[in-house]
């Protein structure tokens, strides 16, 4: 077989003529058919996609962590728009190979079935498409990453901002929602230009490949083997019907506790029960040690893992001027090691970050084990039941003495949670028919209709809040929305996950240790079986009608009435040890 390089280093400063050799001799290379000989093959292609894979990826952290560094930037592009696409179409040339041969295995059928789909909609012409796609994607984090406003005479990020949302002053949490707002409607005609550029290239990758629309190219690209676009609009409708009238009863109750008789914007994040903002660290070394505690107490396993990470630096978690928006989890695939990236500024809205991102990194160590990295590799709906999943087995352990929280601290951080659950659901719905209107609707190249079908969405999937003179602002949070930018109709997976995660922590009310359990079974077979099946193997399953969602619903506000009442633990018969 062929001698790979030890380490991704060697790929450092690659560009693609220095990358292709290596997958010109794979497609060379004499198989004498049999099994063996193939899964050889298989593994030696697998650890070099890990190895390129990897100083990639390790280009993306430097320049995410710094988008004013122009080295950091030309080396992320190398990747990201020479590198990347072209290893779009290596993978075409070797899955056909390798389907050409016959050869199958169980725990590969859900990988075969991926290579046979990528094969049917590649097309040469697309690959340059999607290097511009990437080109655009990074100019959106560097325009975004750079955006900051005056704060009394200081320079403040937009994520900076969240404390002050928070202040029991009314006026100030006004002052800071409207330039946080602000920050991107100054920039709206530079970055409608971008989604111009990104939204013509999207169509014609669609009508490349064959596809009337980039809605139904994107559920085949994106391997939706077990629902459709019909079945998202059914989850749009079942939101409507269940989750907006349940966030509107959450809005009232807040506007009563507040005294207001109109609840505006900025007040839908300030708490209600406590006169300062909860501040559940100072500094990131309590930050993490207190996560680290949170998980071993979650099990004992996933604790050691976090503590790994935290002791070789896998994470960058502060905010500071230049750094990309936003939080990921990504992959260093060839040392088998997950890195979390974040904007923390030290309110609870980072621990449920954390927490989210850490789910990814136990899914990323669970599946390092499987022999080929196309088995590690999950549908973002699994790998989202990963993160929402942990975010509500952590909730008991937020308390102190080794958590977050005082338990009355923690009562509040844990309504917040809840209530935040809710309203997700409304925002990922509104996402969603957004992106479908956008790329099935002859207006969506059109950047002002872009903004009326934004206003009328959100209108119908929230409710309970007043944006009266508003508009321009309410317009601006999709301008924040990274996802529909650069991951365009991801984030449905977002909303079947959280569906997911409740019916996990439904099953924790029964048996906390049989859900720990189940959760980490789900998190080992990462992509060696259908979607369904993982989800079943969680204890859980597919959630698109409203009827199942009205039952999780209801489950979610009987919590919350409880917390309100003063129960000590954010769900009954889960009581921290």
Not at 444 to 468: I, K, P, Q, T, Y
């Amino acid at each position: 077989m062929i001698e790979l390089p030890a380490s991704p280093e060697a790929f450092r400063d690659a560009g693609w003529d220095d990358v292709r050799p290596w997958y010109d001799q794979l497609a060379e290379l004499p198989l004498a058919g049999d099994g063996g000989d193939i899964e050889r093959w298989l593994a030696t292609w697998s650890r070099l996609d890990t190895l390129v894979g990897e100083a990639g990826t390790l280009a993306m952290i430097a320049y995410t962590g710094n988008t004013a560094d122009a080295d950091a930037e030309k080396r992320y592009l190398r990747f990201s728009t020479e590198i990347f696409p072209q290893l779009d179409e290596q993978q075409v040339r070797l899955a056909t190979r390798l389907l050409g041969l016959g050869w199958s295995r169980d725990d590969m059928a859900t990988t075969l079935r991926r290579f046979r789909t990528d094969i049917e909609i590649f097309r040469e012409a697309n690959v340059p498409r999607f290097a511009q796609l990437e080109e655009l994607s990074a100019g959106y984090q560097k325009l975004t990453g750079g955006l900051s406003v005056d704060w009394d005479g200081e320079a403040k990020t937009i994520p900076q901002l969240q404390p002050y949302l928070k202040a029991p002053d009314r006026a100030q949490r006004e002052r800071a929602f409207l330039l946080g707002a602000r920050a991107y409607l100054d920039k709206r005609d530079e970055l409608a230009d971008l989604f111009d550029r990104m939204y013509a290239l999207r169509v014609d990758v669609a009508r490349e490949a064959g596809f009337a629309d980039f809605q139904q190219y994107c559920f085949t690209a994106k391997h939706r083997f077990d629902y459709t676009p019909a079945d998202t609009a059914g989850f749009h409708d079942a939101v409507r019907e269940t989750v907006t009238p349940a966030v509107a009863r959450l809005m009232a109750h807040r506007k009563q506790k507040l005294g207001l008789d109109v609840l505006r914007p900025w007040d839908v994040t300030v708490d209600l029960d406590i006169t300062e903002p909860l501040k559940p660290f100072d500094t990131v070394e309590t930050f993490v040690s207190r996560a680290t505690t949170v998980f071993d107490r979650v099990d004992s396993e996933l604790g050691g893992q976090f503590r790994l990470m935290a002791s070789e630096r896998l994470l960058d978690l502060e905010s500071r001027p230049g750094k990309a928006p936003g939080g990921y989890c990504t992959d260093l695939s060839f040392r088998g090691r997950p890195f979390i990236f974040m904007n923390a500024v030290g309110v609870p809205d980072d621990v449920q970050t954390l927490v989210h991102e850490a789910g990814h990194c136990f899914h990323d160590f669970a599946t390092h084990a499987l022999p080929f990295t196309w088995q590690r590799r999950t549908g973002h709906e699994a790998a989202e039941l990963a993160s929402m999943s942990m975010e509500l087995l952590a909730m008991p352990y937020l308390v102190q003495p080794s958590g977050y929280y005082t338990p009355d601290e923690a009562r509040v951080a844990w309504l917040e949670h809840l209530e935040d659950v809710l309203g997700a659901l409304s925002h990922i719905a509104s996402v969603d028919a957004f992106q479908a209107w956008i790329y099935t609707h002859p207006d969506g190249a059109d950047r002002d209709a872009r903004d009326r079908a934004w206003l009328r969405l959100r209108n119908e999937f929230e409710s309970g809040v007043d944006w009266s003179g508003l508009d321009a602002e309410r317009v601006a949070r999709w301008y924040r929305q990274l996802h529909i930018f650069e991951l365009p109709f991801y984030y449905i997976e977002y909303g079947l996950a959280q569906l997911g995660a409740l019916q996990v922590f439904r099953n924790a009310v029964r048996d906390p240790k049989g859900a720990v359990a189940a959760y980490k079974q789900f998190l080992s077979l990462g992509g060696t079986r259908p979607l369904p099946e993982l989800y079943a193997a969680a204890g859980v399953k597919l959630v698109f009608d409203a009827e199942t969602m009205a039952e999780l619903v209801a489950f979610t506000e009987e919590r919350i009435e409880a917390l309100r009442a003063g129960a000590d633990a954010p769900f009954a018969g889960v009581v921290p040890a």
